[in-house]
């Protein structure tokens, strides 16, 4: 399938969407810097500007009950099955401009500029979902959570510092928080794809502006501490002491280690308290936190059982008391490989090499993997820098993005029956 007009070049398409990445920079909340959340209306602009957009470019528009923006390109066929393109529209505070946004518009691009004498042989919905970073209630991939029939209504209760609830905040986007416990998966989805900044490095490394997405790794999320005696800086001998942060460097150490032995595997401590906190005062007590990421479920796992072993030694060793409480694990989400396959076949379309990395940061796939088949499309960032201001993508990478997808979904229309039919997975929730 080819562009719907002569000087709609892939170039041209690539410095409209750009161009209108820029326009949903201005839909802020704070002056200066990026940021919407749930339910603002600096949201509820950027929502409104799609629509009009997505009505521009002859898509049937509506809001669902979280608010989600759904333009619908309909196949001849009521009754076809649906294809989702998309990717989420709010932001984190200070955000940059592309995480989330381009995927929504690199979606709506292919559904505007597919041929339409072509008709598909599924329903192409595009998807700007309206929560996915979770700024205002922490209430990570909330869109995506009611689309894929997932949103647990307690969620509903949850408030800002302001007091606002969720529920006045998805009123606030014409959703529906009265239907957001009903919400169901559609049973007739082939699959959703999700076109995103790679957030990370590799894409540079390789000299390459796109990759396949292999799967979303599993993460495990710790918190610990170790508690040993407060004491004197000058008066204690070093054989007495029982120092809590001697211990914690120690396990950061072999936790840094374990990872870059480890093929795939990350581990980050991320927060690290040190009580009473004084510089001449031995520390009596230290509370971590232990993030531990894999795209293979049994990596992770044995990561961690190795991490709590150490950790206890360490404790053991320097006869200190010691706490450890696991506070989320999510599985690893697999990519579609029908879905894959298409992303691969339209990168290698536009002339590119084909590479797949994993995602070590979560997507709104995550949920949708609940509903259907799911992969995903890494563009190129520079530095690999993102959830910052200084989020960077090039028209090239943009052009190559946009060919990639179409192809895909060209390739798709003409082998819909292949694609990997839905398949009952347990909920990946954050």
């Known amino acids: 399938m080819t562009p719907s007009h002569a000087d709609s070049s892939p170039a041209a398409i690539a410095r409209t969407i750009l161009d209108q990445c820029d326009a949903l920079a201005a839909c802020t909340e704070e002056s200066g810097r990026i940021t919407r959340g749930y339910g603002s209306p600096a949201l509820a602009e950027a929502i409104a500007l799609a629509d009009a957009w997505m009505t521009a470019a002859g898509l049937e528009t509506r809001r669902d009950a979280a608010g989600n923006l759904i333009g619908r390109r309909p196949a001849s066929d009521a009754d076809a099955p649906v294809l989702i393109l998309g990717s989420h529209i709010d932001s984190v505070r200070d955000a940059g401009r592309y995480d989330g946004p381009l995927g929504v518009l690199l979606a709506l691009a292919v559904a505007e500029h597919l041929v339409p004498a072509e008709p598909l042989p599924f329903h192409l919905d595009v998807v700007a979902f309206s929560d996915e970073e979770g700024l205002r209630f922490h209430t990570t991939y909330l869109g995506s959570r009611a689309l894929a029939g997932c949103f647990d209504p307690v969620l509903l209760e949850a408030a800002d510092p302001d007091g606002i609830t969720l529920a006045d905040a998805c009123r606030a986007l014409g959703g529906d928080p009265g239907s957001l416990a009903q919400c169901t998966a559609p049973g007739n989805l082939l699959g959703y794809i999700e076109a995103h900044i790679e957030q990370g490095p590799m894409l540079e490394i390789l000299d390459a502006p796109l990759a396949v997405v292999s799967a979303i790794a599993g993460q495990t999320r ?37 990872a870059r032995e480890t093929e795939g595997l990350l581990a980050t401590v991320g927060d690290l308290r040190v009580l009473p906190g004084a510089s001449n005062v031995i520390p009596g007590e230290t509370r971590l936190t232990l993030d531990v990421r894999s795209p293979e479920d049994p990596v992770r796992e044995r990561a961690v059982a190795m991490l709590e072993e150490t950790a206890r030694a360490i404790a053991d060793n320097r006869s200190l008391g010691f706490a450890w409480q696991e506070i989320q694990s999510n599985p690893a989400v697999p990519m579609d490989p029908g879905l894959s396959a298409a992303l691969a076949a339209g990168i290698a379309a536009g002339g590119h090499p084909v590479h797949r990395l994993p995602s070590g940061a979560g997507h709104d796939a995550v949920m949708m993997a609940n509903a259907c088949p799911v992969a995903m499309l890494f563009i190129r960032c520079e530095g690999g820098v993102s959830h910052n201001p200084a989020e960077a993508v090039t028209e090239h990478d943009v052009t190559a993005a946009y060919v990639a997808l179409a192809s895909a979904v060209g390739g798709l229309a003409g082998t819909c029956q292949s694609v990997s039919t839905p398949q009952t997975r347990p909920a990946h929730l954050p």
């Open 222 to 258: 710790i918190a610990l501490g170790f508690s040993g005696t407060a004491g004197h800086a000058g008066t204690v001998a070093m054989q007495l002491r029982r120092d809590a942060l001697a211990a914690a460097s120690e396990f950061v150490l072999a936790a840094e280690t374990l």
